[in-house]
């Protein structure tokens, strides 16, 4: 059984197109996460929510919109996207914020 | 603010070495910590944690015991396989609605 899924798993685009990633818990975990790595593995939380309501927003372009339709999903969309936007993508679920969190398996947004 | 701080790697092991990989934090009040492992291609998992002082955090024969006079979480192994081979994440959370912050990944490679 998948705890944290994420779809798609790789996703190449085209600078200036918009994007879509899902991400969907089976945990019943109140809070979920997206987390940006870059190419030398450095992991940068990008916002968090807590049964919907968005708790943490870190300083991400506005381009970036999370939209958490109920507790299990999370999902993140991205507009006009630029070169520097190619990275990792990871969703991830914990029960309460702060706790252990369980990661989804990443999505490889590469922007050509 | 928090923060973590890891050497950097990457770290080379011939089998059945000795390892250790160093992190020490900097927190207000008293963080729970962890270690997260990430194996090629795949998303984090949690390795270990301790939540208060001079715990010990243990598992697959890694170790970690958590000093609040040193403020540091250092990961030991007494014999590394090639298996073991992955990027470690040291980690702290404060709790609430705190981020988890992570440190900057170690990459260990073990050789037959």
């Known amino acids: 059984d998948t705890a944290v899924s994420q779809t798609p798993k790789y996703l190449v685009t085209q600078m200036g197109n918009d994007k879509s990633i899902k991400c969907e818990q089976n945990l019943g975990h109140d809070t979920m996460y997206w987390y940006k790595q870059d190419s030398k593995k450095f992991l940068k939380i990008m916002f968090s929510y807590n049964n919907k309501e968005l708790i943490i927003n870190e300083t991400v372009p506005n381009r970036f919109s999370p939209k958490s339709p109920d507790k299990a999903h999370l999902n993140l969309h991205i507009n006009s996207l630029e070169l520097g936007d190619s990275a990792v993508y990871f969703c991830?679920?914990?029960?309460?914020?702060?706790?252990?969190?369980?990661f989804g398996p990443g999505t490889r947004l590469t922007v050509l | 603010g928090d923060s973590v701080t890891q050497m950097e790697g990457p770290v080379t092991l011939s089998e059945e070495a000795f390892l250790t990989i160093n992190c020490t934090y900097t927190?207000?009040?008293?963080?729970?910590l962890f270690w997260y492992v990430q194996y090629p291609g795949e998303g984090l998992q949690l390795l270990l944690k301790a939540t208060k002082a001079d715990d010990k955090g243990s598992n697959k024969g890694f170790e970690a015991t958590y000093r609040k006079e040193t403020t540091s979480f250092h990961l030991e192994k007494g014999s590394v396989q090639v298996s073991d081979s992955a990027v470690y994440f040291c980690a702290l959370s404060t709790g609430g609605y705190q981020k988890v912050t992570f440190g900057i990944g170690t990459k260990l490679q073990v050789i037959p």
């Open positions: 927190a207000t009040g008293y963080p729970s």
């Open positions: 991830a679920s914990s029960q309460d914020s702060g706790n252990t969190q369980y």
